[in-house]
């Protein structure tokens, strides 16, 4: 069976679409490894600063003394301490504004969305807190506002043991 000119670019074209489509499922492939790596990396960094706040805070007798005094009565607080409390909080509540609109995009995973959340919680319904919020809640995007009042709202007696 003798092939015509034809025949061989036939076959060249479908040689040539079997490659194309070899090449998009590798791309395909590699996408999806940069994309769980850029995950991966989000959570870290999303992470990194409230870890480097926790250790600041508990590492640091001053700060923290300042900061569990703030927690519990903002008015018991010099000047320098309260505006010490003040960008203390206001630094780690950057940080969980962050983490909260990763969570809500999905490119972060939604377990430790749901973890870091949770120390918000334990924080937010203190007295000292509420405090902090009446001064520095405008600060941030009303959608995270609203879940901050939200946490406040359905812990009126709360914060965790560990702030008082």
């Known amino acids: ?7 061989w670019a036939n076959l060249a074209g479908i040689i ?38 926790y250790n600041e805070v508990g590492t640091n007798e001053q700060a923290a003394k300042v900061f569990r005094k703030g927690m519990n009565d903002a008015s018991s607080l010099s000047k320098d301490e309260a505006l010490q409390f003040i960008m203390s909080l206001h630094s780690a509540m950057l940080a969980y504004q962050s983490i909260y609109f990763l969570g809500i995009e999905g490119t972060l995973d939604s377990d430790l969305n749901i973890a870091m959340s949770s120390a918000l919680e334990a924080a937010a319904p203190t007295p000292g807190f509420r405090w902090y919020w009446q001064q520095r809640g405008r600060h941030f995007t009303n959608q995270f506002r609203g879940l901050v009042d939200q946490i406040i709202a359905a812990h009126p007696n709360g914060g965790a043991e560990v702030y008082k």
Do not use: C, P, Y
């Not at 590798?26 to 706040?53: C, P, Y």
């Open 1 to 7: 069976m003798k092939r015509t000119l034809q025949d």
């Open 16 to 53: 040539g679409n079997v490659a194309i489509i070899v090449s998009l499922l590798f791309v395909g492939l590699q996408i999806s490894d940069t994309t769980k790596e850029m995950r991966a990396e989000t959570a870290h960094n999303a992470t990194a600063a409230l870890q480097t706040w």
